[in-house]
């Protein structure tokens, strides 16, 4: 470790591109998606420049935008969480200068059609940016990267994060043409990914199979945990996500299961409480489970 990391990540870039079928000079890597993000709002935003992004979707979106002083319009979902492509290419007259898709999306789970996607990208010049943080949990997999050689303004993040479990070793990567790439390289910095999370990450590769057995396995743990909510009266949206999004009726569920040693994310939408619950193994869900109707059978 004496040396400095490969500012290019070469073997890493190559093992992705074998396993994604993209080719490697499509593939930028990054310290997390989150630094990509950030590069292409400094790349192509100027102070008051339009960026589009459905409503409500992954918070550090707007943390971004404002960071660039740009200005973050919020298209909303209808009242049942489904993105609506249609609002989106109605805001297009805005000229927005980025949008953002997150599919499948945080918080909701809802993974958008790629028909969807094609139609907004039939339609603008924008940077149209693709998060694709959560889908090796999507049923479909139905990915927007073998469609980069088509769309020029077409960018896909993805991330080590999530169904890798690499959270802590920062690291994630983008999908894009050359001219994006290129953009890209000019504002990055040499050695933005260190050398310990390219290892981790060729070792994560060469693992796939096994860590991907979780993978499976949480997605199992997602249907048992959504037909039992579904029973208890809760309200459960389509989730392809590694995470349910859910309205309830009992009061403070966050704050009574946090009591009780679960944690939960609240979100207060439109005066009306909504919850994300991370998706784990199913021995945990059923204890979480077991959680909430300790708590219906307090109301009672
Ligand atoms: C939708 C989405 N995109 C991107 C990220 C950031 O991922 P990374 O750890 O690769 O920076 C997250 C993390 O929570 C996320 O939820």
């Known amino acids: 470790m004496e040396l400095y990391p490969d500012p290019e990540s070469k073997t890493l870039r190559k093992a992705l591109s074998k396993d994604l079928g993209v080719g490697d000079r499509f593939i930028t890597m990054g310290n997390g998606s989150s630094e990509l993000l950030d590069l292409l709002f400094k790349a192509y935003l100027s102070k008051g420049d339009v960026v589009l992004s459905f409503d409500p979707s992954f918070s550090m979106y707007e943390i971004y935008a404002k960071i660039y002083e740009a200005n973050f319009i919020k298209v909303p979902s209808r009242e049942d969480y489904f993105l609506d492509m249609d609002e989106m290419i109605d805001r297009l007259d805005l ?11 945080n918080p909701t789970g809802y993974q958008i059609p790629k028909q969807d996607m094609l139609r907004l990208l039939r339609k603008t010049n924008a940077l149209v940016i693709v998060d694709e943080a959560y889908m090796e949990f999507s049923n479909t997999g139905e990915s927007m990267m073998d469609e ?8 896909v993040l993805r991330t080590f994060s999530k169904a890798y479990g690499l959270a802590g070793a920062r690291l994630g990567y983008m999908i894009s043409n050359d001219q994006v790439t290129e953009v890209i390289k000019k504002v990055r910095s040499p050695y933005h990914v260190n050398a310990l999370s390219q290892r981790l990450g060729l070792i994560a590769l060469s693992k796939k199979e096994t860590i991907f057995q979780s993978v499976e396995k949480i997605k199992k743990a997602r249907a048992f945990f959504k037909e039992a909510l579904e029973k208890l009266g809760f309200v459960v949206y389509p989730s392809e996500g590694n995470f349910l999004f859910v309205s309830t009726v009992i009061k403070d569920l966050g704050e009574r299961l946090k009591e009780k040693g679960v944690l939960i994310r609240a979100f207060k939408i439109n005066q009306n409480m909504f919850y994300r619950i991370t998706i784990r193994k199913q021995i945990d869900m059923a204890l979480c489970l077991a959680k909430i109707k300790e708590i219906i059978d307090e109301n009672e």
């Open 95 to 105: 000229n927005p200068k980025i949008i953002l898709l997150c599919t499948p999306n």
């Open 148 to 155: 980069i050689e088509t769309y020029e303004n077409l960018v």
